[in-house]
């Protein structure tokens, strides 16, 4: 009989349930009891979802309060020391204060700097940086993970705990040390004793199974933590507990025959970003060894190819002997819950999708038809619906634009270049815009109050008619241009109230994207995005962005920001047609916002920001594969900015990224300033830029809007003079490190007050 299980299931519940509990409990509208009773039932629930679709074997230890590497460094014991921790067990305000520096938002509740935040590999997921040091001391300082399991087990679960490899948490980790730097492989040692004790009582609890995710294996890797695999992996080896060593994100490459050697049970390896791999693994495990196979994709939401996953699975019975398991490719967090949420979507595009529950079914329909064949009460019409999903996709010609691949056809190297260079243009744009030294502004969105969801709720609904909705929003922009005024900031942005989302907004004003009512995913703790669907050639049919942005110049006689999101950055945070290249999706896109940047321009405006917030984070993991992608990102970004004249500057954003790899690719894309988030790396990002002598100017994030934490106007001098050792003063911009949308009015006042202060106090000092 096939086996089939699952990596990880999405946490936050199909109505974001626990986003609402975990932000009550911040905001002390709920106590921790209350909390916990909630988490329990997500559980539960979604135990019970995976139980009912068939599957063997169930994860538990996925769910999380905020994310899985923070809570692997709290059961590991890795609290920094500013945290006060007292050395027992972690409890659920010391997780929350190590990830947002306050476990709640009342004043009792002593604000501390929050541990660095960045990416999960290339995908829109973030993670709290493990923070280590040369005397580190590892012991088991949580309960969390063991009381999960003893739930499971409770309810007659066949429970297979959930760790992060020992390997990856440490890869992850930073060091932060007085004494300076070091080889963080020499805590390996002492990290895998606490594994070890980690592993000895989940087999008293009679756990049979237990997953250790290691996708690290995917990477380029030194030799030495090559080694150090082996090393890990023959210490952690047991007869009385069977390790399933799971990797994802893609191919395991010149670690395929480590991975396949390792001492333990079973290796999960992800078949849709790796098919190629699927043979040479056979080939290399022992034959003792599971094999899991991640044939459903768990990073996007298009319909399996079941007959192709059948084909493989076939393929891998003829090749030899192995157990084989059958999975998704990995945890199925990055997928929405479930798609029978969806009651307005029409039935042929429903048709072309799986969200998460529809994958465990895919799964399921793959167990009968291997089971019981492909003409079973069960297989047979699933397989039917697949093939006709997929022929739907193919035909459609809602999906494919003439008009669309015409244009696209007519790109040239000239629409990729600005008419001088930089130098030049930078003494125009000074000349017209006549900043003061250190220019204050924001990233772009200010707070959305709750009465503002509420008007874009009844304009949407048809409860608020159109010429109400405009002037309601417009009587909102111009409050938050005089509050900008009266703070003293130099460049405004008229604050987004129109914008539920920074992707979602523009999508749903393009051609080819459809959008969902409940297909939440999770971003980082509470904040949850709803991806766009990109499932056609994309177009612009009007201007988007102009009339509100025109509507907020005419306000103030400052310079006033266009606001749009680069061409990159949708295609990143959407989930993104697979029929074609996403080198073609993404130049679709920026043909259609370089038309809008052309208006905005038009209209007046001569300061126009295109964040490409998400530019790194798709990065490939293997650096061979690097510079395909940064050439068509890049092309993609000036294809869209370099309409403009001189006099007009060109801003973008990036959000949590390590730029020293890829800072030639930023560089040429030719911004005229670009605004970074560098609050909670203490400006260390800023030694890219200091390196490789970045030419054009810098706005580096001087405070963590991811914080309730309202910075110091000392705290902000401090990083613009570290900021100021690495790029040349002159050159650089104040600002907060990313949009203010998810924070409260007082804290933005307070926050951008002590900000324009700081700045003030630079220049006196220049």
């Not at 669309?404 to 125009?428: C, F, G, N």
């Not at 001087?702 to 902000?716: A, F, G, L």
Request: hydrophobic content about 40%; some cysteine; overall charge negative.
């Amino acid at each position: 009989m096939t086996t089939t299980h699952n990596l990880g299931f999405p946490r936050i519940g199909k109505h974001r349930e626990l986003k609402r509990a975990v932000e009550a409990y911040w905001a002390g509208e709920l106590d921790a009891a209350g909390l916990e009773a909630v988490g329990r039932d997500l559980r539960r629930r979604h135990w019970q979802l995976q139980g009912d679709a068939g599957l063997d074997r169930i994860p538990v230890g996925d769910f999380s309060w905020y994310d899985q590497v923070l809570d692997m460094s709290c059961l590991l014991g890795v609290v920094p020391p500013r945290f006060d921790w007292d050395g027992g067990e972690v409890d659920l305000d010391t997780l929350f204060r190590m990830a947002r520096g306050r476990a709640r938002n009342d004043a009792g509740d002593t604000p501390v700097d929050a541990c660095e935040m960045t990416k999960w590999f290339d995908t829109n997921y973030h993670y709290i940086v493990p923070e280590v040091r040369r005397d580190q001391v590892f012991k088991i300082s949580s309960n969390r993970l063991f009381a999960e399991v003893d739930e499971a087990l409770a309810l007659g679960i066949d429970a297979r705990p959930v760790i992060l490899g020992p390997l990856t948490w440490l890869w992850l980790a930073k060091v932060r040390d007085p004494a300076g730097d070091f080889d963080r492989l020499e805590l390996l040692d002492d990290l895998l004793a606490v594994y070890g004790e980690i592993l000895n009582r989940l087999a008293e609890k009679g756990v049979q199974w237990v997953q250790v995710d290691e996708p690290i294996l995917v990477l380029d890797l030194p030799r030495a933590w090559q080694s150090a695999f082996e090393t890990a992996y023959n210490r952690l080896q047991r007869r009385d507990l069977k390790l399933l060593l799971a990797t994802y994100f893609g191919e395991l490459g010149d670690n395929l025959r480590l991975a396949a050697t390792l001492p333990v049970a079973g290796l999960h390896i992800d078949v849709v970003r790796g098919e190629d791999q699927l043979i040479n693994v056979l080939d290399h495990a022992a034959t003792y060894k599971v094999i899991s196979l991640g044939l459903i994709n768990g990073r996007n939401i298009w319909r399996s190819d079941l007959d192709r996953c059948l084909q493989l699975v076939e393929q891998a019975r003829r090749k030899g002997e192995h157990e084989l398991w059958l999975a998704p490719s990995c945890s199925l967090l990055h997928v929405p819950v479930d798609l029978d949420e969806e009651t307005d979507l029409d039935d042929e595009l429903r048709s072309w999708l799986a969200f998460a529950v529809q994958k465990l079914d895919e799964l399921r329909v793959l167990k009968a038809a291997l089971d019981e064949g492909p003409d079973s009460e069960v297989a047979r019409p699933a397989l039917a619906a697949a093939r006709a999903a997929s022929a739907s996709r193919r035909d459609s010609t809602r999906i494919h634009k003439p008009a669309v691949r015409e244009r696209l056809a007519t790109i040239s190297e000239d629409m990729l270049q600005r008419r001088s260079p930089y130098a030049a243009r930078r003494e125009k744009q000074r000349q017209w815009l006549d900043l003061p030294a250190f220019p204050t502004t924001t990233i772009g969105s200010f707070p959305q109050t709750p009465r503002i969801r509420e008007l874009r709720r009844d304009y949407r609904q048809g409860r608020l008619a159109e010429g109400d909705y405009v002037q309601a929003m417009r009587n909102e922009i111009q409050r938050v241009v005089r509050k900008q005024e009266e703070l003293g900031l130099d460049v405004l942005a008229h604050g987004e109230p129109e914008r539920n989302d920074m992707v979602e907004y523009f999508g749903e004003q393009l051609d080819g994207f459809a959008f969902t009512r409940n297909g939440w995913v999770q971003s980082y703790g509470t904040r949850c995005v709803k991806p766009p669907i990109i499932y056609g050639d994309v177009s612009r049919p009007r201007p988007m962005t102009v009339d509100w942005i025109a509507y907020a110049q005419s306000c103030t006689e400052r310079p006033m920001k266009g606001m749009l999101t680069g061409p990159v950055t949708i295609l990143n945070w959407s989930f993104a047609r697979d029929d074609q290249p996403r080198a073609d999706t993404a130049m679709q896109i920026a043909l259609a916002l370089r038309d809008e940047v052309l208006d905005l321009e038009a209209a007046g405006i001569r300061i126009i920001q295109i964040d490409e917030a998400a530019l790194r984070e798709r990065l490939p993991l293997r650096r061979r594969d690097w510079q395909a992608y940064l050439d068509w990102a890049v092309r993609a970004f000036r294809l869209t900015a370099s309409s403009v004249a001189d006099e007009t500057q060109i801003h973008t954003h990036m959000c949590y990224s390590e730029f020293n790899d890829i800072i030639a690719a930023i560089a040429d894309m030719d911004a005229d300033v670009i605004t970074i988030e560098t609050s909670r790396s203490n400006m260390e990002l800023l030694d890219a830029f200091k390196d490789f002598r970045y030419p054009n100017e810098i706005g580096p994030g001087v405070y963590d809007i991811h914080s309730p934490n309202v910075p110091t106007r000392e705290h902000i001098v401090g990083l613009m003079k570290k900021a100021a050792q690495r790029v040349d003063a002159g050159r650089l911009w104040v600002n907060p490190d990313c949009g203010l949308k998810t924070r409260q009015w007082p804290e933005v006042e307070a926050a951008l007050k002590t900000m324009v202060e700081a700045a003030r106090e630079l220049r006196a000092g220049a």
